[in-house]
């Protein structure tokens, strides 16, 4: 696997996973980002635009816990799974 393209918010830059990942990908173009909000669009469909997306990398800080209570599909019953 190879990216061409590695995103990440400046949070994230300085931990040692995010280096290790640069290291790795030495040939990826790297664009720090305020926000992942700034990477959002409206993809046409085009093959072109797919690939691209299949080649990008987006490293940030989860601000949350990693395991959290399931929120539940309305209308359905909860499995109240953590």
Known sequence: MSFSEIYFTK???HIPLTK???DLFKAARR???ASP???YFTPSGAP???SRGKKALFLTVRKTSFIEKCPGTKGHLCCNYF
Do not use: G, H, R, S
């Open 11 to 13: 949070d994230a830059e």
């Open 20 to 22: 290790k990942i640069f």
């Open 31 to 33: 664009t720090p980002v």
């Open 37 to 39: 909000k700034e990477l």
């Open 48 to 50: 072109e635009e797919v």
